[in-house]
């Protein structure tokens, strides 16, 4: 178990190394850091923008149909351990995370914009979901018009499009529909915010990776 243990850190080291010797990868990984950031700063602000301002509330036949149920500890539980396995394994594959990265943040830019052109007001019944980690150390601002896309659902899908492991793609494609389901039994989204995750993830990261293999080529 030792030798597989040390081999695998070896190997670990060995894939960064490489990478960290290719010409402009610290810079990719660099900018694709600060790109991320940048755009999680500019999300938090605009979360602000959007809570404050009137939006339309939709009548969602699907949500109509059932009950809020409260499964936030459920739904973190997913979305935790799913950032967990999900980075690891990216973490061995220095230019996937980059892809990952630079999608991730191309996700929140795309979510924004959404938002900005869709002012919904929070779903009737909302339970909102509160991260029991954040408000563990205090309380925390609940957010209930963070709504078009439902990012807890694109997250996960983004990381079931970028790893390469099959077992961890199916753990986090089953993740991503249990989540999607998840929130709309809590009546955190619309069906509508749900169904187009999928969809604007895939095409973020479909442009990334595009636009990654024709810088490297």
């Known amino acids: 178990m030792a030798i597989d243990t ?17 010409k402009g990868f610290k810079l990719k990984i660099l900018f694709s850091a600060l790109l991320l950031a940048a755009a999680l700063i500019t999300l ?3 979360l602000n923008f959007v809570e404050a301002r009137q939006g339309v509330a939709l009548n969602d036949p699907i949500l109509n149909c059932v009950k809020p149920i ?8 997913l979305i935790y351990s799913g950032l967990l396995v999900g ?4 973490s061995h594959n220095p230019k996937r995370l980059i892809i990952a990265l630079q999608a991730y943040a191309a996700v929140i830019f795309t979510r924004i914009v959404a938002m900005r052109l869709l002012p919904f007001e929070a779903p009737g019944g909302m339970i909102p979901l509160a991260d029991p980690f954040v408000q563990f150390f205090g309380p925390a601002k609940l957010l209930t018009k963070d709504l078009f ?3 807890h659902t694109a997250t996960l899908f983004l990381l079931f499009l970028a790893v390469k492991n099959k077992f961890i793609k199916i ?3 089953i993740s991503a529909v249990l989540v999607a389901v998840s929130v709309l039994l809590q009546h955190v989204h619309y069906s509508i915010d749900v169904f187009a995750a999928p969809f604007f993830t895939y095409c973020c990261y479909r442009i990334i990776s595009d636009i990654n293999k024709e810088q490297s080529n």
């Open 171 to 173: 753990y986090l494609l």
């Open 44 to 46: 938090t602000n605009f």
């Open 6 to 22: 040390n081999y695998a850190e070896n190997n670990f080291l060995q894939v960064w190394k490489d990478a960290l010797d290719e």
């Open 70 to 77: 409260n499964l936030t500890w459920f739904i973190f539980l």
């Open 149 to 151: 896309f439902s990012g």
């Open 87 to 90: 980075t690891f394994e990216l």
